[in-house]
Structure formats: structure tokens, C-alpha cells
């Protein structure tokens, strides 16, 4: 199980990155986790759907139908951004793309945790993660990891 | 997507019971959603298997690996006996068979808010529950519900 | 640490009992945890503090400021229900007024984690609390209890 | 009631520091909370006392006597890692001293929340918060922001 992180909102290009991950992952028979709602978050459970995967969303609040259309499996937090400490807690790996400080505080949490944090792109301030200019890159290397950690596959 | 509650350690009659409400849940397409581990745990998500049906776990530790083999999407919270929270935030209705205080709690805060609660068996002593005889009856009750509310499923 | 339980709506008696609750554990040196709202979490602090006792509520939001005027550190855990099990996990003891299903779910995480649970009056379902017939017996055994687990005190 | 963050293991120039910052924030009658165990947390709390201030201490576990003995109310949250999003819902500002991704995602979480983020020395690589050389300062800015939002007191 590998979760996605990224803005909320997100241009165009994130989108497409996005969705090229979820893509990527599914292929490699990864289960997708990521927040549930806009952005990045929607455009990595599409990209996994094109690639027949299966998507799991944590949502902030208390109610499963603000999840985006193609997350799967809906969990309600209840627990505002505390929602982030349960996505990366439940992953094997994280794959990062552009995002605001809520995303920072997903690849902290999974630094914090020791656990695996590709990045796409070359946006991120914090130290100690792996960087990755395409998606497939990125995908490779958590699943991968992943895999060497005996996790969940879809 | 319905939760199914019940006691870590069970009797075998109350395996049974459990095993038979994940079968009628798996076969009138639910997603079953449980604290991932043992006893009614593990025998709902068996059932539901055979049904051909999906199994989600909410483990109460930060690792997943401690979910029983017939949890297919383990969710790790970290949050100890806070996991019994998660799993009644995601259910659209809930299904106890016998089980202690961790039950109970889940039975508590499926009441509090306001989610259908179908008991099985004669053991609650907490008002406001539907009783039902049968694991049938029971999972009828609680799908019926659940697709009034517009619910997940599998 | 002794938490203090019961309706967030409550009768003239009940709020009587919350009281004397709150200033008989304060009185005995005891912090009083609650929810931090209306109804018995309300009498419970108000009594602390005619006895010169401290008082700490656990808000189910984001915000502190919904705490009532007699909670001296408001904890904002933005968990909504579950800040129920945050009261609980940090209480050496509970004591339990007239109560809904919230309370039901406090006495039963409480019980689950093998913690003193103190019910004054003749109303709780629940089998495997001690029944008390005045708030003053109430505290005196929940103090008890604590001091003999090496707990908190202000 | 102002969070203070930072390495759970320190140098003792860092430990200086957080001491002075718990002397700062206490003596502006502001609450301090933290993550209520070694380090900087432990310098904080320590500081606070000399200045005759109250300390909140939130653990990561189930049980609050792993706090250290300078925190006088401790919450026992039993949602490890979690713990960090207690700590800044509670807080009306923070202010961060050198640490590591437990620290770093304090600092996000609190930038996503919208609550002023004061960072004590030169190390923080997260853009966005505001750097102070000393702790005089930093406590200064954080009481003053935490008034102007009429938060909590000790």
C-alpha cells in the first residue's frame, strides 16, 4: 500500500504527474491510499483506475461522501489533519508531488516514521528524501521498496 | 460498507455466527469493516471470502502486519483502543455479535451517532440496539439500511 | 487524573451531582478531566473550582474557545467522538453521572482498559462498574484507586 | 497556550535555548505545551517552572507516567506519532526549536493550520515560518500573536 500526497488543488501538470503515478502503481500491483478529496488526491485514484487498481481515501471528517468519485474504499477520520498521521502510518511507501504544507507534513511524518519518501520533482524544502523526475521513476523505487518490506498489494 | 464487531477471543458458536454474518454481507455486496485481528475479527472476514466479498481492517498499532490473512485492505492507526472510533466513523451500520468492552464501546458510539446498530443474540445489556436472531436477519437489517443512507460497497 | 462523564444535556439532580462530583474530587487534590462541554462536564468544572481544584477538557473540534468558562486548559483534539477515548486513556479513574450513549462508550472504553469506573446513581446498563449512591463515596474511591496507581494530582 | 517543539535529544545549546523559552513564555503567563517527554521538551518544561508556569505534556503512548517530571498535566493520546496534531490544535502559536522530522512535521502541521510558526536559530528549512535569534523574541511574538487571538493563559 503506497500513499500519494500532493495539493489539494493542484495545475495542470501536477495533475497529469499525479495520474501517471496512479497509474504506474496500480500497474505494479500497488494498492493506492491517499487523503480522498481534490487535487492530486483525485487525480492519483483516476490515474489507478485507468490501470485497473484498487484506491483507498482517509477523509478529514466524519462523513465517507466527500470522497472523490473513484476512491474505492472510503475511511472517515474524524479527525481533521490528523487524517495524514493514519495515511502515512497505514503505508509502506510515500510518493510526493507538489504540494502545500499539509503534504509537507505527510513527508515528515513518513521521514519521522522511517519509511520510504520519493518525491517528484525538484519542489521539495526537506532534506532526506529521494528525488525522482518522472513518475514511473518514483513508482518503481516504492514499490520496490515495498516489496522488499513484505506489504500490502492489491 | 459495514462494520462488524465482536469479541478478540469468541466461542465456537459465536465463530460461526460471525463467519455467517461475513458471508451475507459478502453476498448482498457489502464491504466489511472490522478492528482487523482475531476472533469475530477473523471469522467475519473468512465468511466474507468465501462470499467472494472485500474485507477491510483497522488495526490498533502501527503496523499492518499484525492484520489477520483475510483482511485485504489493512489500515494502521496507531491510535490503540481509538481504532474502535475509525471503524464506527466508516461504517454506514454496524453488526455485533458477543463480545466484552471494546464491543460495547463500538456499540456506544455506532448509538451516539446515530448509526443502525443489529445486535445478534441475546447477550446486550445496552439500549437502543435491534436484536436479531439470525446473521441473515441481521445483515439484511443492515444493508437495507445502509443502501436508504446511500452507503459503499464493494 | 480522574475524568468526570455524563449528558452534555442534563436535569437540575444530575447537574446537583456533576457539582458536588467536581468539588469533592477537588477537594481530595484530584484534576478533573472532561469533555470540556455543556451539561455535566459544565457542573463538574464549576465544582472543581469552588474547591480550588484545576480542571482540564478534551473539545471534540479545532477550536478551544467551545470549552465552557470553567476549563482551565482546553485541549482542542479535533477527533470529534474521539476525543471520548483521549478523556479515558488519560484518566487514572472515572466517574460516571447520567449519561447518553457518548457516556455509555466512555464507561466501556474505560472498562476495556481495566481502569476504576465510578457510576453514582441506579442508571447504567452496563455490568462490571461500581455503583455509588453519593457523588462524595464516588470520589473517595476513584482518589483511592489513583493514588494507589501513583496518578496524577494539582 | 503556546506549543514548544523540538528534538526529543539535544545539544546542550538547543537544551539552553528551550529552557530559556519555557522562562520566556512562562513569565508572559502563557501556557506551555509539548510532547511532554525528554530533550527539548524536557528543557521547556523545566524553564516554564522556574518561571512559575504551568506545563501541558502530551505522550505519545497509553500511559502518562512516561511524561517527564516537569509537565504537570499529562495527556496520554495513545496515538503515537498522532500525538503532533494534539499538540498544535491545542496551541494558540509555536515555537520550534532545532529538531528532527517529528519537528518538521509539527512545524507543516501547524503552517496548514494557519497558527503563527516562531523557529529559534538558522536550521529550518520550510519556508514560511518566522526566525527569531532568540528565545526573548520568539516568546514575545508568540504571546503577542496568541493575545491578539485571545488565547488560553495559565
Known amino acids: 500500500m503506497i ?7 493542484a495545475d495542470a501538470e501536477t495533475m ?8 504506474e502503481l496500480a500497474a505494479r500491483g500497488a494498492l493506492v491510499i491517499s487523503g480522498g478529496l481534490g487535487g492530486v488526491m483525485t487525480a492519483c485514484c483516476q490515474g489507478a483506475h485507468e490501470a485497473g487498481g484498487l484506491t483507498v481515501g482517509i ?16 475511511i472517515a477520520s474524524g479527525m481533521a489533519e490528523g487524517r495524514n498521521v493514519l495515511i502515512v502510518h497505514s503505508a509502506d511507501a ?13 513527508i515528515s511524518l513518513g521521514l519521522a516514521m522511517r519509511k ?20 514511473r521513476e518514483a513508482a518503481a523505487h516504492a514499490v520496490a521498496a ?3 518490506a ?3 498489494r492489491a
Do not use: H, M
Open 59 to 74: 477523509v478529514p471528517g466524519t462523513n465517507t461522501s466527500v470522497a472523490n468519485p473513484d476512491v474505492d474504499i472510503a
Open 146 to 148: 515495498t516489496v522488499r
Open 116 to 135: 520510504p519518501v520519493a518525491v517528484v520533482g525538484d519542489w521539495c524544502p526537506i532534506p532526506g528524501v529521494v528525488l525522482f523526475e518522472t513518475p
Open 150 to 152: 513484505g506489504g500490502q
Open 94 to 106: 510515500i510518493i510526493a508531488l507538489k504540494g502545500a504544507y499539509g503534504t509537507l507534513s505527510e
Open 3 to 9: 500513499a500519494v500526497c500532493g495539493g489539494g488543488e
Open 16 to 23: 497529469r504527474l499525479a495520474s501517471e503515478v496512479g497509474r
